[in-house]
């Protein structure tokens, strides 16, 4: 007869028997599912957006260079540009939000009705480093687009060779080394993210410097110009001892305003005109005016 040991207060009670492992949820089979999805939209996104501000400056100089003025002559600074466009990147967002949940759902139905063999193909091209290294070098290459037209008006033959050449000479080996490790694939995926935002910004300055050409020739502002906080605003110039307008009482368009010292574009003489504030009251002001249809500017010089 064996007397049962008594216990130790001191020691861990004993552990029950290891319950059976609870089978692994759809989503974690499939690694991470709709949450990892939206990990990875993100993490490729903000290298976009990062980018794409950091180019648009640039296009911003270029665009008030029409004019033969910089951004701080008309008080546009980096703060100014973000506050210009705050209601522009809320209008984004409000859009972006839905369009990727639509992209989502669309890339699930998809899934379904083929019976998931959509996924295994897309899981089965990013295992294969060659595939995935060589899509992320032709897209790279691709993202040179609006550089090369900065240069010229190219061929659209000449544009795929380019793109296709850069990318395979200058991103294909790079990127296949990189997805060696999880953190070369981050990698790549910061690169190719940044080169899209470059890549578009360089697409928005040519159409912000057209824009621009287009209010200097036609005196009106496109929907791109507004978006990137351009003022469309016009106004009557007049003396401030008398208050008599000046320069004929013709409508002048304010560009802005900087160390006490209003810069004007003259519609009608093709002119860029600096006036200190002191001396200048601004009159009837006007905003987005309407045009008459063929209204061109440059009246007084032809």
């Known amino acids: 007869m064996t007397l049962e040991q008594p216990q ?45 501000y950091a180019v648009l400056y640039i296009g911003i100089e270029q665009m008030y260079a029409v004019f033969g003025v910089n ?13 210009r466009m705050t209601s522009t990147v809320v209008l984004l967002l409000l859009v972006a939000i839905p369009l990727i949940g639509v992209l989502v759902g669309v890339g699930w139905l998809i899934d379904k009705i083929t019976g998931g063999a959509a ?7 990013r295992e ?18 609006g550089v090369f037209l900065l240069f010229g008006d190219l061929d659209l033959f000449v544009m795929v060779v380019i793109a296709v050449g850069l990318g395979v000479l200058a991103f294909l ?18 690169i190719v993210g940044g080169l899209t935002g470059v890549g578009l910004g360089f697409l ?20 791109l110009l507004n978006a990137v906080g351009f003022q469309d605003q016009w106004a009557v110039i007049k003396n401030a001892e008398d208050d008599k307008p000046l320069y004929d009482g013709r409508w002048m368009m304010l560009l802005g305003e900087s160390d006490g010292t209003y810069v004007l574009y003259d519609c009608d003489k093709l002119e860029t005109l ?9 009159g009837t002001i006007e905003l987005d005016p309407e045009r008459e249809k063929g209204f061109t500017c440059g009246g007084l010089v032809e």
Do not use: H
Not at 71 to 83: F, H, I, R, T
């Open 8 to 52: 130790n207060p001191l020691q861990d009670p004993p552990q029950a028997s290891a319950l059976p492992d609870e089978p692994a949820l759809p989503e974690q089979r499939e690694g991470g599912g709709v949450m990892e999805l939206l990990e990875r939209i993100g993490s490729v996104a903000v290298p976009i957006a990062v980018a794409l």
């Open 71 to 83: 951004p701080q002559q008309v008080g546009v600074d980096q703060a100014v540009l973000l506050g």
């Open 119 to 125: 996924g295994k193909l897309v899981g089965a091209a």
């Open 128 to 145: 294969r480093p060659w595939i995935a290294a060589t899509l992320a070098a032709l897209w790279c290459g691709a993202t040179y687009w």
């Open 173 to 190: 080996i790079p990127f296949r080394l990189l997805r060696r490790k999880p953190v070369g694939r981050a990698g790549t995926k910061v």
């Open 204 to 223: 928005l300055i040519l159409g912000l410097v057209e824009g621009a050409l287009d209010v200097q020739s036609s005196g009106q502002a496109n929907e």
């Open 274 to 282: 600096r006036r200190p504030m002191e001396t200048t009251n601004l």
